[in-house]
């Protein structure tokens, strides 16, 4: 006997491109993972087919940010960072800031801590960084066709006041409010 196809009404689902955005400069908790490009250079130490070479010969990371809690939870952010350029080095020193400010957010280091323990907490595979959570302040912008769609504006990293707020960590003032006569 042959399964009969079963009939559904898409009549009320969403118009494409009819999604919520989150509105520009909104803070959220967010882990990334590593969309495979299938591109590999192991004399830059590119291996594991992470990264993504472009037509222009520039090579990235794709990454998928997905927001972990709060009104945005599931919500998908896509970024790439910059490994390499046939431009320059500015594309690649990018990238570098980049992942050491999702570094530092991840790991609560102040990006001026030039400790042996930070340095440290600063070394990492790209497998590493997508078990990471950290903090992004989120923009809006026009794609090509003239959507609007959500970019990372930048991470928030322990230097930032906003952080502490957001990672839910206790904030303790320096001042001492006790009066001494």
Known sequence: MEALESVVDYST???QGEYEIIPDNTIVKVKFEIKEGNYNDPSRGWNKGLATQGQSGAVYLNTINTVIEGKYKDKKIFNLIGLYSPKGETYREMGRSYIKAVLDSAHRIEPNDHSQDAQKKRQATWTDLTTLVHLVEVGTKHDQKGNLRNEIKKVITPKDIR????????????FDDEIKF
């Open 13 to 15: 689902a969403k118009n």
């Open 163 to 174: 952080y502490h707020e957001y990672m839910g960590d206790s904030i303790e003032d320096d």
